[in-house]
Each structure stands twice: as C-alpha cells, then as structure tokens.
C-alpha cells in the first residue's frame, strides 16, 4: 500500500472514513432516487409533463456522491477511479433519464423506473462493497 499523502491538509484528516460515507450516500442516493421516483409518477398524474420538476433531495445526494468519488480518487487510486467512473456515469444517466421521463409524460406513455440509473447504482454499491471487503473496511464496520 502506497502511504498517504496530505493534499487537503484537514479535511485528509476523514481519509480513513471515506468508504463508509460512500456507502452511506450510495445508499441514501438510492432512497432519493425512490422517493423521486414515485413524486414524477405523483406529479405527471397531476399536472402532466409540464408538471414533473427535478427532485432536489436527489440532486444533491448525486452531486455530494461525485465530489466524495473524486475525494476517493485520492486515497485509493485505482478503486477511486473504477468508482469514480461507475459515479460519474451515474451522474449524466440520471440528466438523461430525467429528459426521458418529461417525453414519456409528453407522449402520453406511462412514466417507466429509471433502469440504466439503477444498474450504474448497483455495480457503483457492488464495487464499493468489494473495495470495503478488501481494504479491511467491512470488517471494521460489521
């Protein structure tokens, strides 16, 4: 293992609490993604397409979890980037599912699960979790 190297002098202080605040917000990324889910199905019987609004809670859970991926980046250099990768792709799935949706509302079809945003989540929550297991993070955790 190569040893640590102090680039954001403080806040490298939470080096060793990264994994498990990445697994926290996959998590909690997933819960929003849910709840925002369920509110454009809610909003799009309402009001329609013009109706369906992007979900902040959920907003703020994908950009908190790119910032936290690229902080990886830093201490672990190769997980940090597969992650990072999965993360980012995420990120600019969920810009487009979101379109997708405002088009299915627009054409009168029924508002489908954001599917390739739940397969870049659960290969980002797989790799997390065969990085904890592999660091020793899991174990200090269970």
């Known amino acids: ?4 190297v102090n680039i954001f002098g403080q806040l490298d202080l939470l080096h060793s609490y990264i994994e498990p605040v990445l697994l926290v917000l996959v998590l909690a990324n997933m819960v929003t993604r849910y709840v925002a889910h369920n509110r ?3 909003q799009y019987e309402d009001g ?7 979900f902040i809670p959920h907003e703020l859970t994908n950009v908190l979890l790119v910032v936290a991926s690229f902080y ?3 201490v672990n250099y190769h997980g940090g980037m597969i992650l ?3 993360v980012a792709g995420l990120f600019v ?6 379109e997708s949706r405002k088009v299915e509302a627009r054409r009168d079809l029924s508002l489908d699960r954001p599917k390739a945003s739940l397969s870049l989540w659960g290969l980002s929550l797989l790799y997390l979790g065969f990085q904890m297991l592999f660091t020793g ?5 269970l």
């Open 1 to 4: 293992m190569e040893p640590f």
């Open 40 to 42: 454009h199905v809610a």
């Open 48 to 54: 329609g397409a013009d109706a369906i609004s992007r």
């Open 72 to 74: 990886y980046l830093t």
């Open 84 to 86: 990072s990768m999965f």
């Open 93 to 98: 799935t969920d810009l487009f599912e979101f």
């Open 137 to 141: 993070t899991l174990e200090t955790i």
